[in-house]
C-alpha cells in the first residue's frame, strides 16, 4: 500500500545501473546555487529519486545526512506535481553552510523547473508509435 506522500522502495533509485541510466541519459538539467538535478524519463509509472553527496563535496557526515534528509523531504512533498523522471540531485560545494530554510527554498525552486522543463521537453519529443 503506497500512500500519496510516501517513499517506498520504488521511489528510489536503487542500483548502480539506475544511477548509470541518469547520468548517460540525462535530458533534463537544474542547476541551483547549491545543487544540481539530472533527470530523463523513466520507464516507470512514477518518479524516482536517486541522491549523490559526495564527502569531496560535504566533509562531515551529519551534514551529508542533513542534505540527503533535505532532498528526500522535499521530493516526498512534490513527487505528486513532477512527471515521471528518474531524477538525480548532487549538492554543490559550501552546502554545508546554508541553512534549511534557504535549502528547502531552492530545492523548492529546481522541482518546479524540472517539471517545466519535462512539461515543454514532452511537448517537443514525439510520442513513439506502435
Not at 538539467?29 to 560535504?58: I, T
Request: with cysteine; proline share 5%; net charge positive.
Amino acid at each position: 500500500m503506497t500512500t500519496l506522500y510516501g517513499f517506498g522502495t520504488e521511489l528510489r533509485l536503487r542500483c548502480a545501473a539506475d544511477y548509470k541510466g541518469v547520468f548517460d541519459g540525462a535530458l533534463l538539467k537544474v542547476h541551483q546555487p547549491h545543487f544540481l538535478f539530472l533527470a530523463k524519463p523513466s520507464e516507470l509509472p512514477n518518479s524516482r529519486l536517486g541522491l549523490v553527496v559526495a564527502k569531496k563535496k560535504v566533509r562531515r557526515a551529519h551534514e551529508r545526512n542533513r542534505v540527503k534528509r533535505l532532498a528526500r523531504e522535499s521530493f516526498r512533498l512534490h513527487q505528486q506535481q513532477l512527471s515521471d523522471l528518474d531524477i538525480v540531485v548532487m549538492p554543490k560545494a559550501g552546502i554545508d553552510t546554508v541553512p534549511n530554510a534557504e535549502l528547502h527554498q531552492q530545492l523548492q525552486f529546481a522541482w518546479q523547473k524540472l517539471n517545466r522543463l519535462a512539461k515543454k521537453h514532452t511537448k517537443i519529443a514525439p510520442s513513439p508509435q506502435k
